[in-house]
């Protein structure tokens, strides 16, 4: 089983609350951050998608915060895709302090969008592969 994508992300000032922690809203910033860094990672943010006329669309997030991240605290955000039948998938990531100390978890369910009908396409692991997405990286573990 492969380790999921991630990326470090230091804590600033500007981003903490009235009680000196990270804002909340924050949290999803910094999943947004992975799972784009992913997808351009993956091939999903140049060309082949464009030139299919498709676009990733999110359409839930959620999030369990576990851990308070402090000014200067330093975070790993992982994303890690999960795919199963119908028109949506997952990109869920973990924030994780730098000992593994689990700060929050994010699920956020996604679909491709078709931009010329403005309407959800069925298969999206299908329709990325065949737009030339590297699926194998936004699903290291097969499923």
Do not use: W
């Given at each position: 089983?492969?380790?999921?994508?991630?990326?470090?992300?230091?804590?600033?000032?500007?981003?903490?609350?009235?009680?000196?922690?990270?804002?909340?809203?924050?949290?999803?910033?910094?999943?947004?951050?992975?799972?784009?860094?992913?997808?351009?990672?993956?091939?999903?943010?140049?060309?082949?998608?464009?030139?299919?006329?498709?676009?990733?669309?999110?359409?839930?997030?959620?999030?369990?915060?576990?851990?308070?991240?402090?000014?200067?605290?330093?975070?790993?955000?992982?994303?890690?895709?999960?795919?199963?039948?119908?028109?949506?998938?997952?990109?869920?990531?973990?924030?994780?302090?730098?000992?593994?100390?689990?700060?929050?978890?994010i699920t956020c369910?996604?679909?491709?969008?078709?931009?010329?009908?403005?309407?959800?396409?069925?298969?999206?692991?299908?329709?990325?592969?065949?737009?030339g997405v590297r699926?194998?990286?936004?699903e290291p573990a097969?499923?």
């Amino acid at each position: 089983m492969s380790e999921p994508f991630s990326v470090r992300i230091k804590v600033r000032h500007y981003e903490l609350d009235t009680l000196g922690h990270l804002n909340h809203a924050v949290y999803h910033s910094y999943a947004e951050v992975a799972r784009l860094e992913l997808m351009e990672k993956a091939g999903a943010l140049d060309g082949g998608l464009r030139e299919v006329n498709l676009a990733a669309v999110l359409l839930e997030s959620h999030i369990s915060f576990r851990r308070e991240l402090r000014a200067g605290d330093s975070v790993d955000v992982t994303c890690e895709g999960k795919f199963a039948q119908g028109k949506t998938f997952h990109l869920d990531s973990n924030i994780l302090k730098p000992d593994g100390t689990l700060a929050a978890e994010i699920t956020c369910r996604l679909g491709l969008m078709d931009l010329e009908r403005r309407k959800l396409v069925d298969d999206p692991r299908g329709r990325l592969e065949r737009a030339g997405v590297r699926v194998e990286l936004l699903e290291p573990a097969g499923g």
